[in-house]
T-cell receptor, first 114, second 118 residues
Framework: GAVVSQHPSWVICKSGTSVKIECRSLDFQATTMFWYRQFPKQSLMLMATSNEGSKATYEQGVEKDKFLINHASLTLSTLTVTSAHPEDSSFYIC??????????FGSGTRLTVV | AQKVTQAQTEISVVEKEDVTLDCVYETRDTTYYLFWYKQPPSGELVFLIRRNSFDEQNEISGRYSWNFQKSTSSFNFTITASQVVDSAVYFCALSEAWTTDSWGKFQFGAGTQVVVTP
């Protein structure tokens, strides 16, 4: 089946620094990737949708200048949390999809900002 | 707009008891998919089932079973003879868009924490 690799699985960073999370589809071309955020004991909320080669579409309330999404190739999307603050501490999970082949979730990244 | 409601925040059972998780959804689309995912403490989402809106047949997979009732917009999930390893958060999810850009886009419910004690 389709495999999506997400790295890192966890990261601790200092407040004010930036963190990059990678989402790679290993055995299929992901025309679309989705980024979700999950705060502790809450549900997964869609942050943004990215299509290869175009700008991401952000959900209402998600700061596009803070959460930079790049989908430069059909196998890689990155989410960069810029100037991270403790309130950005969360579980971030990506989903890679191909209309013909299906979709798969990454294993998630637990971000802790101290 | 689509919405998924899981009214049960947490369910605690003793091993071997059955547990049923409720899921009610709202959508304007006639074509949509419903899902159940398991999320253990490690965080990854474990796919359990996908059901399309035209298939109302109930499904059984081992100790898991699902009851899809379009008339009540419900897609309930039952774990029979629960085990400690079933302890996790379970999410019901809806995917309604059928464009290439939205394939794989989910609306998740709030999740139900299942605690199974020996």
């Amino acid at each position: 089946g389709a495999v999506v690799s997400q790295h890192p699985s966890w990261v601790i960073c200092k407040s004010g620094t930036s963190v990059k999370i990678e989402c790679r589809s290993l055995d299929f071309q992901a025309t679309t990737m989705f980024w979700y955020r999950q705060f502790p004991k809450q549900s997964l909320m869609l942050m943004a949708t990215s299509n290869e080669g175009s700008k991401a579409t952000y959900e209402q309330g998600v700061e596009k200048d803070k959460f930079l999404i790049n989908h430069a190739s059909l196998t890689l999307s990155t989410l960069t949390v810029t100037s991270a603050h403790p309130e950005d501490s969360s579980f971030y999970i990506c989903s890679a999809s191909n209309f013909l082949l299906g979709y798969t979730f990454g294993s998630g990244t637990r971000l802790t900002v101290v | 707009a689509q919405k998924v409601t899981q009214a049960q925040t947490e369910i605690s059972v003793v091993e071997k008891e059955d547990v049923t998780l409720d899921c009610v959804y709202e959508t304007r689309d006639t074509t949509y998919y419903l899902f159940w995912y398991k999320q253990p403490p490690s965080g990854e989402l474990v796919f359990l089932i996908r059901r399309n809106s035209f298939d109302e047949q109930n499904e059984i997979s081992g100790r898991y079973s699902w009851n899809f009732q379009k008339s009540t917009s419900s897609f309930n999930f039952t774990i029979t003879a629960s085990q400690v390893v079933d302890s996790a958060v379970y999410f019901c999810a809806l995917s309604e868009a059928w464009t290439t850009d939205s394939w794989g886009k989910f609306q998740f419910g709030a999740g139900t924490q299942v605690v199974v004690t020996p």
